[in-house]
């Protein structure tokens, strides 16, 4: 990614990648909090992991996939997230055109 002032500088600088969070489909309760695994939307909760939205991308499973939530989320343990101080919707399709790549594998920050 390239920095602020043009340098060349890995994700995990400019955007760190945070890890989601196990919570079991049984342990959620009911709540409005878009919940989000390495697919998507996989239900909802009543609390919230990232407390004002972030950039989600899939980690295990779906690797690479990208979604955006502008509302308070809680991505589980099969994706890693951007907050919102770096997780900018700018941010968000940079990453789409860099076409990461998705594979059924798991992945891990360098």
Partial sequence: MEGRR???RPLGDVAP???GKALKATDRK???VPVYGS???VGT??????????????????VGSLFFS???????????????????Y???LALHQLNFISSDAAAGPE
């Fill in 17 to 19: 990648l945070n890890y």
């Fill in 39 to 41: 697919s998507g939307i």
């Fill in 90 to 92: 700018r941010l968000f």
């Fill in 70 to 88: 502008p509302v308070p989320c809680f991505p589980i343990d099969t994706v890693f997230y951007i907050l919102p101080e770096q997780a900018s």
């Fill in 6 to 8: 043009g340098e060349i």
């Fill in 45 to 62: 909760h009543s609390t919230a992991l990232a407390e004002c939205g972030a950039i989600v991308v899939g980690r295990k499973g779906n």
């Fill in 30 to 32: 009911e709540g409005k």
